[in-house]
């Protein structure tokens, strides 16, 4: 069965530094897409970053950048140059196979990033 | 352009009652998705509506229906209300045009708590 799984329940960083969220994930499916979302004490979730299973580069969108590492399953958020407003939580979600183009998603247990002053 | 548009942001019902939560999508969005955040569950699919008509289903019991008109506002409906179905409860479009990158547009969500 397809499994998103974020180990790091919560995370502090100082503002201005580079901070790595951890994605691992489980699919027998070869076309797949992973996203990452931002989810604000608001509740919206915001959507970040995407990544699919044939894209031959990480995927990039502006301070937010995917390291995917496809033989080891991982899809990890780098957030660079930290800032106050980044403190939220992060969920990682899949969308399982490229033939589901519909709007079910996998989430995560998302991580709660704090950042420092 | 507007959002997605969730109504009422916050609701409060007793065992036993039946609630109905609102959305309205993006304009020009046909697809609208639910999902159910509990700190326990986490994000859960419950359903998603195109033009209409439901399209994939989550596994959640038959107390959770919903619906989606022809102007692609899609509501939910929870009845017979348990204490477990307190959560939040996230609305999502997206245009649906077929490209698998495709990026899910969400609310702010209904916080209904069950007492």
């Known amino acids: 069965a397809q499994k998103i799984t974020q180990t790091q329940p919560g995370m502090f960083v100082q503002e201005k530094e580079a901070v790595t969220l951890d994605c691992t994930y489980d699919t027998s499916d070869p076309s797949y897409g992973l996203f990452w979302y931002k989810q604000p004490s608001s509740g919206e979730m915001i959507f970040l970053i995407y990544?699919?299973?044939?894209?031959?580069q990480n995927a990039t969108e502006g301070r937010y950048s995917l390291n995917f590492q496809k033989a080891r399953k991982s899809a990890n958020l780098v957030i660079s140059a930290s800032q106050l407003g980044d403190s939220a939580m992060y969920f990682c979600?899949?969308?399982?196979?490229?033939?589901?183009?519909?709007?079910?998603?996998?989430f995560g247990q998302g991580t709660e990033l704090s950042v420092k002053p | 352009k507007a959002g997605v548009t969730q109504t009422p942001r916050y609701l409060i019902k007793t065992r036993g009652q039946q609630v109905t939560l609102s959305c309205s999508p993006i304009s020009g969005h046909r697809s609208v998705s639910w999902y159910q955040q509990t700190p326990g569950q986490g994000l859960q699919f419950l359903f998603e509506?195109?033009?209409?008509?439901?399209?994939n289903k989550g596994n959640f019991p038959g107390r959770f229906s919903g619906r989606q008109f022809s102007n692609s506002r899609s509501e939910m409906n929870v009845s017979t209300l348990e204490l477990g179905d307190s959560a939040l409860y996230l609305c999502?479009?997206?245009?649906?045009?077929?490209?698998?990158?495709?990026?899910?547009?969400f609310g702010s969500g209904t916080q209904l708590s069950v007492l």
């Open positions: 999502a479009s997206r245009s649906d045009q077929g490209q698998t990158n495709e990026k899910l547009f």
């Open positions: 509506y195109f033009s209409e008509t439901q399209r």
């Open positions: 990544q699919g299973s044939y894209d031959q």
């Open positions: 979600a899949m969308r399982d196979s490229f033939y589901n183009q519909g709007g079910k998603l996998i």
